[in-house]
Nanobody, 117 residues
Framework: QVQLVESGGGLVQAGGSLRLSCSAS????????MGWYRQAPGKQRELVAA???????NYADSVKGRFTISRDNAKTTVYLQMNSLKPEDTAVYYC???????????WGQGTQVTVSS
């Protein structure tokens, strides 16, 4: 089992920045990939950024050049630095962890990010 706790959401004006954090606990040794997804009202949940155990990253096209995913040395906390925020970035952001050979998914409770124009 893996537990994920997010923090750092809030309200920001367009062009501003926020940093989200996700702390993992439990069977962290089994985590292969951690990432951030988001879900806006009326839309499907979508991948924002992910980082593998080896440190490889990938980003949604809509956030490339603006968002950066990183993690601490212990690989228990993942960050999402969001710069040049746009109103269309408004969503609930969820931390995700994928573990083991069966790729089991775990989710955090979500944190609201609201970008005002």
């Amino acid at each position: 089992q893996v537990q994920l706790v997010e923090s750092g959401g809030g309200l920001v004006q367009a062009g501003g920045s926020l940093r989200l954090s996700c702390s993992a606990s439990g069977s962290i040794f089994s985590i292969n990939t951690m990432g951030w997804y988001r879900q806006a009202p009326g839309k499907q949940r979508e991948l924002v950024a992910a980082i593998t155990r080896a440190g490889s990253t990938n980003y949604a096209d809509s956030v490339k050049g603006r968002f950066t995913i990183s993690r601490d040395n212990a690989k228990t906390t993942v960050y999402l630095q969001m710069n040049s925020l746009k109103p269309e970035d408004t969503a609930v952001y969820y931390c995700n962890a994928v573990t083991g050979s069966l790729s089991k998914c775990y989710w955090g409770q979500g944190t609201q990010v609201t970008v005002s124009s």
